[in-house]
């Protein structure tokens, strides 16, 4: 191997740019003393167990945060889906109550309304003149309260039908 400085020789296979080399002695059996490592004074750089144990569970901690914001999140999408699910089931009640009552049917119009309406509704039905007006107002389903849950629905009299007057 060529010399490349005093008493060193180029690692081969390495280029001489490297900065890799070799004690010139180093393959006719002499035994180099190995340097000692750089002493390390921050303990949070070195990686150590202590500076890793401070940090321990952090990741689970984290994990388990996510998963109770992803419970909540989807127990409020499912409020709300069962909100909107009620609002329609209102709405019909009202609907249906509304045209038998138009038709002369008031008996049947609050019994189709009970059975259509979400269990707990309240229905009303006002006739004033030949203008049918039903309610029905159900309570909110999964505690949002800030949700009202209300249908109303209007109907003339069918000719023949007496209302109020």
Not at 57 to 65: D, L, M, P, R, Y
Not at 128 to 139: G, I, K
């Amino acid at each position: 191997m060529p010399a490349t400085g005093r008493g060193r020789v180029a690692a081969s296979g390495f280029g001489s740019g490297s900065g890799f080399s070799v004690p010139s002695g180093a393959g006719s059996g002499q035994v180099s003393e190995p340097k000692a490592a750089p002493e390390v004074t921050s303990v949070a750089t070195a990686g150590s167990a202590f500076a890793r144990d401070g940090e321990r569970g952090s990741a689970t901690v984290e994990a388990a945060i996510a998963v109770c914001a992803v419970v909540v999140v989807l127990a409020m999408a499912l409020a709300g889906a069962g909100a909107v699910f009620a609002q329609l089931r209102c709405t019909d009640a009202a609907r249906e109550a509304a045209r038998l009552v138009a038709r002369g049917d008031q008996a049947r119009a609050e019994e189709a309304a009970r059975r259509l309406a979400p269990s707990g509704a309240t229905v009303s039905i006002q006739v004033r003149d030949d203008e049918v007006t039903v309610m029905v107002t159900a309570e909110p389903i999964g505690g949002l309260d800030l949700v009202s849950i209300r249908a109303e629905a209007m109907a003339v009299l069918e000719p023949g039908v007496v209302g109020d007057g």
